[in-house]
Each structure stands twice: as structure tokens, then as C-alpha cells.
Nanobody, 127 residues
């Protein structure tokens, strides 16, 4: 089992930046895929970014490309999401998710493919 805890959410102004972290405990993430999802008020939870732990390959939703960067810290078993140029549409609860075995990217965009979820952290962009 893997326990995920997100942190780093908060209030930020339009155009600002924020760094989210997801700390994983329980086991090594060497074979895992780690994803970030978000859910805005009144909307469905949507894919944001994913990283494969083994090789560091990443994929981003079109809405966050060039602005968000997902990364991993192997020593700390932590996944980060560096967010820049934030706009009002980025306001949401951000969730970290993990899948115990990796899949092709096409399947990792589906939240149903993830085994573990964090509790979420609120990101609010104001202007």
C-alpha cells in the first residue's frame, strides 16, 4: 500500500506560481506512475500531469503545458507539481494519485486507472 499526502496549496494571484508536493509512504515507487488531477467547483475531476517513476517520462494536459512541470524526487519518494503563470481556471482541489504498475500514457490519463489517492490540496487563484 501507498499513502499519499499533498501539500503546498494555497492562495495565489493571477500570474503567480505555486509548488505542490505529494509525499508517498509505504513502499518504493520504482514501478509506479504518479499523476496529478484537479477538480474545480462544479466540474469533473480532470487529468493534469503524470510521471513514470522508472524513467521520468512525463505527459501533460493541454491546458497546463508549458506552465506546469511535474517531477519526482527519488530519495524522498515525492512527486512535485511546479505551477507557473497561474490563471483563474487553475483554481481547484489538486489530487495526487498513484498506480502500482505502469501503463501506457493513453491509459494513465484515466483517473480510474489509479489505485491510490491523496486527500487533495486547495489551490485558489485570485484576481
Amino acid at each position: 500500500q501507498v499513502q499519499l499526502v499533498e501539500s503546498g496549496g494555497g492562495l495565489v494571484q493571477t500570474g503567480g506560481s505555486l509548488r505542490l508536493s505529494c509525499a508517498a509512504s509505504g513502499r518504493s515507487l520504482s514501478s509506479y506512475a504518479m499523476g496529478w488531477f484537479r477538480q474545480a467547483q462544479g466540474k469533473e475531476r480532470e487529468f493534469v500531469a503524470v510521471i513514470k517513476w522508472a524513467n521520468g517520462c512525463t505527459y501533460y494536459a493541454d491546458s497546463v503545458k508549458r506552465r506546469f512541470t511535474i517531477s519526482r524526487d527519488n530519495a524522498k519518494n515525492t512527486v512535485n507539481l511546479q505551477m507557473a503563470s497561474l490563471n483563474l481556471e487553475d483554481t481547484a482541489v489538486y489530487y495526487c494519485a498513484a498506480r502500482s504498475d505502469s501503463l501506457y500514457v493513453s491509459r494513465l490519463l484515466d483517473l480510474k486507472q489509479y489505485d491510490y489517492w491523496g486527500q487533495g490540496t486547495q489551490v485558489t487563484v485570485s484576481s
